[in-house]
């Protein structure tokens, strides 16, 4: 169940690396601003914002893979930690958007899924 776990956790780590893209590199794109529902304007007006929003997601995705290196090289307690506190957060910020922001339900869904499947399979192992 541990590997599942780990599988689920790496793939909420790369979903965070794609929404670091979209907020740190392309936010003012046509494309990421039809994902995030923003007019140019609204895009141009926050783009400062988002970059900082996107490291955010960038350095949950990094914690997180360093739990899975961790468990890869045998040092399961490091591992679990740093799933632990990477997936957790993920789970965390997408409920922060979920109660914040309810019309966002979808975003905060899909940002929130994986992590938590991560996290309540590798409580389960332990």
Do not use: C
């Amino acid at each position: 169940m541990t590997a599942v776990a780990l599988v689920f956790a790496g793939l909420a780590a790369l979903l965070h690396v794609y929404i670091w893209v979209m907020e740190s590199l392309t936010w003012t794109s046509a494309r990421t601003r039809a994902t995030f529902g923003t007019t140019e304007a609204e895009a141009e007006a926050t783009k400062e914002l988002a970059f900082n929003q996107g490291f955010y997601n960038l350095f949950l995705a990094v914690v997180t893979a360093g739990g899975i290196v961790a468990y890869a090289v045998d040092e399961d307690t490091v591992g679990a930690t740093l799933v632990f506190t990477g997936a957790g957060s993920m789970v965390a910020a997408g409920l922060v958007l979920l109660l914040s922001s309810p019309d966002k339900a979808r975003s905060a869904i899909t940002q929130l899924a994986l992590p938590l499947v991560a996290v309540v399979l590798l409580a389960l192992a332990l």
